[in-house]
């Protein structure tokens, strides 16, 4: 659900720490300092909603400094990629020692479980994703690499992927849940293609992989975006890629898991989500399961019992959100 606070009805005296508290509940704790004279007449607004497992929020102050502390990073152990999109004003990210000038339109990351810091010397606005770690590291190979680089948003897919965000930064206010979990595997497939592009100056080089590595990232790419398709099987899979079914286990048996194990995983997961989600309220278990690829619904609900103790109704009914 869309969620908007502004500092506009704080008493001016109290509206910094106001902010300070907001972003680090959006985001992960922090500490907030003005960096003009004019602190008593701060102003500050977050406009965030969840895109399925990755957080969206649409961020606008006076001029600011964050600072994200060693203390800070010991408070909460999940770990998450904060991509921060530049809408107005101009910004800088620092981290491992690297200084990104942003100006609109570009992009850098931060890693939320190391120290960074924020400069914003005039007003602003940003669009900020917060990604899961391991979500990201799924799809893009080594995208801490990119940690307090600036992303040019006037080169190729950096362009595409701000215009996108902001597009729908601009509309959160209309996105109901199901969109808003589809909305999800759009920008994650987006800011993996344009991560898979190293960006050094105005030259840009594509994120040289080995081959092995590269067919697993566009595989598990794959399997992500059809997911809700009855169709999607290892034999699929292997002739949209043009690779034998054999060469695709191949591929996987170094993973965790299997193909088939992998694509289980994810519609389980989904559909757990799903369960606990008010936007799915008037669907039955069965139709949540059809919706992302089951076409069985007791073999939906003995493989949900086996991965998550309990029947898919009795997990709905413990988690009903009141």
């Known amino acids: 659900m869309n969620s908007e606070n502004t500092t506009n009805q704080i008493p001016a005296a109290?509206?910094?720490?106001?902010?300070?508290?907001?972003?680090?509940?959006?985001?992960?704790?922090?500490?907030?300092?003005?960096?003009?004279?004019?602190?008593?007449?701060?102003q500050g607004t977050v406009c965030n909603q969840q895109l399925g497992e990755v957080g969206f929020a649409a961020v606008r102050s006076s001029p600011l400094d964050v600072h994200r502390r060693r203390s800070h990073i010991a408070q909460v152990s999940d770990a998450a990629y904060l991509v921060k999109v530049q809408v107005a004003g101009e910004?800088?990210?620092?981290?491992?020692?690297?200084?990104?000038?942003?100006?609109?339109?570009?992009?850098?990351?931060?890693?939320?479980?190391?120290?960074?810091?924020l400069h914003f010397a005039s007003d602003y606005s940003q669009v900020v994703l917060a990604v899961p770690q391991a979500?990201?590291?799924?799809?893009?190979?080594q995208p801490a690499q990119y940690l307090g680089l600036r992303m040019d948003g006037n080169?190729?897919?950096?362009?595409?992927?701000?215009?996108?965000?902001?597009?729908?930064?601009?509309?959160?206010?209309?996105?109901?849940?199901?969109?808003?979990?589809?909305?999800?595997?759009?920008?994650?497939?987006?800011?993996?293609?344009t991560l898979g592009y190293a960006q050094e100056g105005q030259k840009r080089e594509f994120l040289k992989v080995g081959v092995k590595c590269e067919y697993?990232?566009?595989?598990?790419?794959?399997?992500?975006?059809?997911?809700?398709?009855?169709?999607?099987?290892?034999?699929?899979?292997?002739?949209?890629?043009?690779?034998?079914?054999?060469?695709?286990?191949?591929?996987?048996s170094d993973e965790s898991m299997s193909v088939s194990r992998y694509i289980l995983q994810l519609r389980l997961e989904h559909c757990r989500a799903?369960?606990?989600?008010?936007?799915f309220a008037d669907y039955s278990v069965s139709?949540?399961?059809?919706?992302?690829?089951f076409n069985d619904a007791s073999h939906f609900s003995r493989a949900f019992k086996s991965e998550y103790q309990q029947t898919p109704a009795r997990f709905r009914k413990n988690n009903k959100l009141l």
Request: charged share 25%; glycine share 6%; proline share 3%.
């Open 135 to 141: 979500l990201l590291e799924e799809c893009v190979s």
């Open 91 to 117: 910004g800088i990210v620092r981290q491992r020692g690297k200084e990104a000038h942003l100006r609109p339109g570009d992009f850098a990351l931060c890693l939320s479980s190391e120290p960074y810091d």
């Open 14 to 42: 109290q509206r910094l720490d106001f902010f300070d508290s907001l972003v680090s509940q959006t985001f992960f704790p922090m500490s907030c300092e003005p960096c003009s004279a004019t602190g008593r007449d701060f």
């Open 216 to 252: 697993i990232q566009r595989i598990k790419h794959f399997i992500r975006r059809n997911l809700d398709s009855e169709d999607l099987s290892p034999d699929n899979i292997a002739a949209a890629h043009d690779i034998s079914t054999r060469y695709l286990h191949m591929l996987f």
């Open 287 to 293: 139709e949540i399961a059809y919706r992302f690829g």
């Open 274 to 279: 799903a369960l606990s989600d008010a936007a």
């Open 155 to 193: 080169v190729g897919a950096n362009g595409l992927f701000s215009q996108f965000v902001t597009s729908i930064a601009q509309r959160l206010d209309t996105l109901d849940g199901v969109l808003a979990q589809r909305l999800e595997t759009n920008v994650i497939d987006l800011l993996s293609t």
